[in-house]
């Protein structure tokens, strides 16, 4: 992922991302960071219209993001998402989480948030695994499909810990 490729910033009252190329699992950690940031009431568009295709671990993401968003009342808006994309998110179950949005509501300067950065090996495993129970957790027809990626992402949780102790 190139730095440029995921934009996070920082306006009143909420937040807006700009997403760019392949969103895969180098996208997720910064994304995953930023649900530590969002407070009740904070606004939360993602714009997709650069993004050509998204992996499961992003959509996992994405998903957490949605359900946080929603016990505090708010929504996630995703806009200018295309046909292929709002597909990727209707096949998991997903696409009913967000509110489809073909232009920006919200604007203003704002701040960028720092995106980039490679995370370390464990934090990305973290992330994986933790975004997949989101998917899971959001359709239970995901179980099945993503048992293996769970487990996988468990196992490599659990030995990156070993090596680091």
Known sequence: MRSEDLQITALEG??????????????????????????????????????????????????????KMRKSGSQVMLLNANDNLQKLLRDLGILKLFRMVSEKEKQGQGVALPAGGKASMLTTAETVAEAHRALVGADSANAERFKQVIEFADQDVERLKKQSE
């Not at 997709?48 to 998204?54: F, G, I, K, T």
């Open 14 to 67: 909420g937040f807006s991302i700009t997403v760019s190329g392949r969103a895969n699992f180098d996208y997720a950690v910064p994304l995953r960071d930023l649900s530590g940031k969002l407070v009740p009431g904070n606004w939360l568009q993602i714009d997709l219209e650069n993004c050509e295709a998204m992996d499961s671990t992003f959509m996992g993401v994405l998903t957490m993001l949605a359900l």
